[in-house]
């Protein structure tokens, strides 16, 4: 199922592998950057620019970018479509059954700051309610007392798992069109002495245009914000006290790939043996059962590799003086770069087979470096716990949304007939997080459906050059090769059918540079402890609880 070196890890300076008349072809005529290509170019695969309109250069850091073209056309159809934009129903409804493409339909609902926030909220205050339900229940009945304590208590753990999450994760979020209500009465039982400070977010803006801190958002904001949904703002409470490094502000960029949302077709009695047996050569079986029904069919990974984004000046809490100081506040790279404070990242690439980027020292930072700097804070569970923190917000987010994208892909022929393998869509996704001084839990701040892929250094290219490779490589082995069917649809359904489901456990355990949130979570790195242990049953409830809430949204 695999194609290409497992144990081989690109680098900026390595050449191109040789492409086979097997390789995987990628069609990237409808993407901007370059550092696909050249991801692409790396692990050995094809690139087909037929009827780009980018002007693509020959090489890219290093990396050599030849294509293939209508003057040398690639060895067969392409298998991977990479485009930059967001996709619609029909588009999905248009994929070969062998083709897999690079978004899921309606991706809006976590990727687009308004609806993923409103969302959210909506699902804090349906819970809430049910909570309420739950303890008036409790306390009215008398009968059955320790059959009710226990399900209180198993209820209690699920609630507070849930709590924690939109009560930490979550900021306070409302709609400058449809909450501005709700908002008024946030701020009217706000009970600190000092007034709290608002960051007013564009719904579909990027690189900090357009964000402000304000301590009046209602009057701040403009008349198309409050009625045209073109201009549809979040206003979010600010976070005051973030973690600090260096006394700067910073974000985390991590890079969040969802492979599946779909449960894979039944298997046959031997199909399922044979999956088992797989499971067992990578370290013992975990049950289908142990994973929540609404759940069962999420796969989900967070990359090891991503981006520390420092303010390049020192913190202070927002003021009425400070609050339009936006490289205090904003630690958006865009925001900050041309300041004569910004220090490029001091990336080390003596080791062309170094396994990370790491840069320790400047504006912009390995994940590496924070991983060092929270270990020596000398906190209980130190990095791994923090790290497992986040990638439970980042799980619960998804599953915010997942019911959508299931809807929006079974509508698409995306999960019946030659395509009932539900693989046609993945997605790389940037999720942007901060973490709070306090506990280091995490605070998500926005979700990007296609996270910048420039590349202004050799930093940028070594870390973005490796989440693409290992992307592209992760999605291979749920693609079998082209050799295999040559686009003829049912040899193709009889092969996702056949014996090599059961080989993707043998990637299960060390997906590439990746780890595994879901199903199972699974850090991959050696690291033990409490932090390294699969979902605990509170957890899944929570899990499955959030997917059957969102059920009630539309």
């Given at each position: 199922m695999h194609h290409g070196d497992e144990s081989a890890h690109p680098t900026a300076s390595a050449t191109p592998a040789a492409a086979s008349s097997d390789s995987v072809v990628v069609d990237c005529h409808r993407t901007r950057y370059h550092v696909v290509r050249a991801a692409v170019r790396l692990i050995g695969w094809v690139v087909d620019d037929t009827d780009t309109q980018e002007t693509v250069p020959a090489t890219f850091h290093g990396v050599s970018l030849v294509s293939h073209t209508c003057a040398a056309p690639a060895p067969h159809a392409a298998q991977v479509l990479w485009v930059d934009k967001s996709v619609v129903r029909s588009t999905v409804a248009g994929l070969a059954c062998h083709q897999r493409l690079n978004h899921f339909a309606a991706m809006n609902v976590i990727a687009r700051k308004a609806q993923l926030f409103r969302r959210l909220m909506q699902l804090s205050r349906l819970h809430a309610e049910a909570d309420d339900t739950r303890r008036r229940r409790g306390s009215s009945s008398s009968s059955c007392a320790d059959l009710i304590d226990g399900l209180t208590t198993a209820a209690a753990a699920v609630s507070s798992s849930l709590k924690h999450f939109f009560d930490v994760s979550v900021p306070p979020s409302y709609s400058s069109i449809t909450e501005l209500g709700r908002l008024a009465a946030f701020q009217r039982e706000w009970v600190a002495s000092q007034p709290p400070y608002f960051i007013i977010k564009p719904n579909t803006g990027c690189e900090g245009r357009g964000i402000r801190i304000t301590a009046t958002p209602e009057a701040d904001l403009s008349e198309a914000e409050r009625a045209d949904r073109k201009s549809e703002c979040v206003v979010q409470l600010y976070v005051d006290r973030p973690l600090l490094m260096g006394g700067r502000k910073f974000d985390l960029r991590l890079y969040v790939l969802l492979l599946s949302v779909v449960p894979q077709p039944p298997q046959s009695r031997s199909r399922r043996a044979a999956a088992a047996a797989a499971d067992d050569d990578v370290g013992g079986a975990r049950a289908v059962e142990d994973v929540p029904r609404d759940v069962r069919g999420v796969e989900l990974y967070v990359h090891r590799e991503g981006l520390v984004r420092l303010c390049v000046e020192p913190y202070a809490p927002p003021t009425e003086v400070n609050c339009r100081d936006a490289r205090r506040h904003l630690s958006n790279y865009a925001v900050n770069r041309d300041s004569a404070l910004y220090v490029p990242p001091n990336h080390d690439d003596g080791d062309a087979a170094a396994p990370q980027a790491v840069a320790v020292e400047g504006s912009k930072r390995s994940l590496a470096a924070l991983a060092a700097f929270i270990d020596s804070l000398g906190t209980a569970g130190g990095w791994p716990r923090v790290r497992r923190s986040i990638d439970e917000c980042i799980a619960l987010t998804i599953l915010s949304g997942v019911e959508v994208l299931r809807r929006e892909l079974?509508?698409?022929?995306?999960?019946?007939?030659?395509?009932?393998?539900?693989?046609?869509?993945?997605?790389?996704?940037?999720?942007?997080?901060?973490?709070?001084?306090?506990?280091?839990?995490?605070?998500?701040?926005?979700?990007?459906?296609?996270?910048?892929?420039?590349?202004?250094?050799?930093?940028?290219?070594s870390v973005k050059s490796t989440v693409l490779a290992d992307t592209l490589r992760l999605v291979a082995t749920r693609m079998p090769p082209w050799a295999h069917h040559e686009g003829d649809p049912q040899r193709y359904a009889a092969r996702m059918a056949g014996a090599a489901t059961a080989q993707w456990g043998q990637h299960a355990e060390a997906p590439f540079g990746f780890r595994a949130v879901l199903p199972h979570y699974a850090p991959g790195d050696g690291a033990g402890g409490a932090a390294a242990q699969d979902w605990h049953p509170e957890e899944r409830a929570a899990q499955q609880r959030l997917v059957e809430l969102s059920k009630r949204l539309p």
């Open positions: 079974i509508g698409a022929g995306g999960a019946r007939g030659y395509r009932a393998d539900g693989r046609g869509c993945f997605e790389l996704l940037g999720f942007d997080v901060m973490l709070r001084e306090a506990d280091l839990r995490p605070v998500l701040m926005e979700v990007n459906h296609s996270p910048s892929l420039f590349c202004d250094t050799a930093f940028d290219f």
